[in-house]
């Protein structure tokens, strides 16, 4: 069975900085790309910024130059190093990791519980 387990979320004031990070447990194969995803209170869930096991990178518009996603792949680890925050980046953040447990499966897609992040003004 894989787990991922989310911490590092909390409360920070307007402006403040956080680090995020997700470990990926249990008899797995092979990770492709690992990354974080919020929903925020009463919203869907929206992709925050994700990361291939070649260190290429993407991010949602609101968060490019504010937010850093890195990996350590030895540690089946993914980070999220988030700076310069703001209300609306108060959320419950999951980590989402696209894997596979065999290298006779197809990958599929695995969440944390999630970690909530909340930003006072």
């Known amino acids: 069975q894989v787990q991922l387990v989310e911490s590092g979320g909390g409360l920070v004031q307007l402006g403040g900085s956080l680090r995020l990070s997700c470990v990926a447990s249990g008899r797995i194969f092979s990770i492709y790309t690992m990354g974080w995803y919020r929903q925020p209170p009463g919203k869907q869930r929206e992709l925050v910024a994700v990361?291939?096991?070649?260190?290429?990178?993407n991010y949602a518009d609101s968060v490019k130059g504010r937010f850093t996603i890195s990996r350590d792949n030895a540690k089946n680890t993914v980070y999220l190093q988030m700076n310069t925050l703001k209300p609306e980046d108060t959320a419950l953040y999951f980590c989402?990791?696209?894997?596979?447990?065999?290298?006779?499966?197809?990958?599929?897609?695995?969440w944390g519980q999630g970690t909530q992040v909340t930003v006072s003004s």
């Open positions: 990361i291939t096991n070649g260190d290429a990178s």
């Open positions: 989402n990791a696209y894997l596979s447990l065999s290298p006779l499966l197809g990958p599929n897609a695995y």
